[in-house]
């Protein structure tokens, strides 16, 4: 069965300081998207990034950067100088597609989240 | 604009009054599903949809019900609600090949008295 993990339940850092949000997935096949999703205060879920089980490549968008490592079964999220905006629950999830054709069929599981709050 | 709309955003119901949490997406997306997130669990699946008239459970469909009569629309339907249905609800829908990945609605939060 699919799990992911986010062991980090509640991170605080000062603002400008960079900080990392942990995820390690579990899952039996090969072809697998893992995603990550911020929820503002205001409670809708925002997608930030796809990332295919083919695809190892870190991937950087601005301040927000990702490392995906199938050896340790991990898609950390780093954000790099914070900012008081960063403030967010934040979740990781996978996806196991049984084919390439058959994107979008199987659920998302989610990590618990982390909330990640910036200080001033 | 793409987007996935649901109503009501928040709803405060007794217990075993039936109501419907209505969803819509306008992307043409064949697949739908819905979550509910509760604290210290994530999100869970209720039901999803490949496609009109095809849906099935996911991992807590107890006390829900799901139609898919257009492709666009997803409706959520409790019977008869009880106060562990106090959640707040999420509806998505997926597009498919290059654009694989789920759009969310702004989520309906329900409590149940």
């Known amino acids: 069965a699919q799990k992911v993990t986010q062991a980090q339940t509640e991170i605080s850092v000062v603002e400008k300081e960079d900080v990392t949000l942990d995820c390690v997935y579990e899952?039996?096949?090969?072809?697998?998207?893992l995603f990550w999703y911020k929820q503002p205060p205001s409670g809708e879920l925002v997608f930030l990034i796809r990332r295919n089980s083919f695809d190892e490549q870190n991937e950087i968008s601005g301040r927000y950067s990702w490392n995906f490592q199938k050896s340790t079964s991990s898609f950390n999220f780093t954000i790099t100088a914070s900012q008081v905006v960063d403030s967010a629950v934040y979740f990781c999830a996978l996806s196991e597609a049984m084919s390439i054709s058959n994107f979008g069929n199987e659920k998302l599981t989610f990590g618990t989240g982390t909330r990640l709050t910036i200080i001033p | 604009e793409a987007q996935v709309t649901q109503n009501p955003r928040y709803l405060i119901t007794v217990t075993g009054k039936k109501l419907t949490v209505t969803c819509s997406q306008n992307?043409?997306?064949?697949?739908m599903s819905w979550y509910r997130q509760d604290p210290g669990l994530g999100l869970r699946q209720i039901y999803y949809?490949?496609?009109?008239?095809?849906?099935d459970k996911g991992d807590v469909p107890e006390g829900y019900k799901v139609s898919r009569k257009e492709k666009r629309n997803f409706p959520l339907i409790l019977e008869s609600p009880s106060p562990n249905q106090t959640s707040l609800y999420f509806c998505?829908?997926?597009?498919?090949?290059?654009?694989?990945?789920?759009?969310f609605g702004s989520g309906t939060r329900l409590t149940v008295v």
């Open positions: 998505a829908s997926s597009g498919d090949g290059a654009n694989y990945g789920y759009t």
């Open positions: 992307m043409n997306h064949e697949y």
């Open positions: 899952t039996r096949d090969t072809t697998y998207y």
């Open positions: 949809s490949m496609n009109v008239e095809v849906t």
